[in-house]
């Protein structure tokens, strides 16, 4: 997984990016938690982002700025959303010909994914792992452009199942897209004992949207 620094808004991005198996293979942005809860290298940024190559993804996965040896600081969602966007034009540079963009987020991370979402029309799918709905505001959802799984854990302490039932509720009023939902039975927020279902639940979505070609 070669490292590789990116131009963002504040200055380079620190990342890592697997290239795909076959020139026009799709493209997986992965996105981190917040700074105080983890990097790129969280294991379940890690897990998402092997779970993506071992598919033939082109993948990558970086630090928003003030982390690891990304430049700039923390700035509160706003300045992060620019990195991702700015690191997504990065890995489409260099796959101009992907099919299928998809992009996966750890709870800050989750939230920024889906605001992404909202401003990458290419992004034809989603997984969101542990999103704070009880946090941050997620009306910009309106409509959520794409199918996507949510995950989260019932034992979360962070984030109430409540509020990220409200936001899967309310998600799947809307036509067209299909909102997957698991619930992981005795999980924290950070899946501490529970990594194994967490990642059969991500695996199976991926194989199952792979094989109705990618719808």
């Known amino acids: 997984m070669p490292e590789v620094i990116i131009a963002g808004p504040e200055g380079r991005l620190e990342g890592r990016y697997q290239p795909g198996t076959t020139p026009r293979a799709p493209v997986a942005i992965l996105l981190q938690p917040h700074p105080a809860q983890g990097t790129m290298n969280h294991p379940i ?39 991702a966007a700015s690191a997504l034009d990065w890995l489409q540079q260099f796959n101009p010909e992907a099919q299928t963009t998809w992009v996966g987020g750890f709870s800050f991370g989750a939230w920024i994914g889906m605001q992404l979402l909202m401003r990458r029309p290419e992004i ?57 939902h698991s619930t992981i039975p005795g999980a924290n927020h950070f899946f501490a004992q529970e990594m194994e279902p967490l990642m059969g639940e991500v695996d199976s979505y991926l194989d199952m949207r792979l094989a109705n070609g990618g719808r």
Request: glycine share 10%; proline share 5%; aromatic share 10%.
């Open 45 to 83: 940024v890690l897990a998402l982002y092997q779970s993506f190559v071992k598919r033939g993804f082109a993948t990558l996965r970086f630090n928003f700025r003030g982390v690891g040896r990304s430049q700039g600081t923390f700035d509160n969602g706003i300045g992060e959303l620019s990195d």
């Open 124 to 180: 034809k799918g989603f997984i969101s792992i542990a999103p704070p709905a009880n946090m941050y505001d997620f009306s910009f959802l309106a409509p959520c452009p794409s199918s996507g799984i949510i995950i989260d854990g019932e034992a979360d302490e962070v984030v109430p199942t409540s509020a990220v039932q409200k936001l899967v509720d309310k998600l799947k009023t809307q036509k067209h897209i299909t909102i997957h």
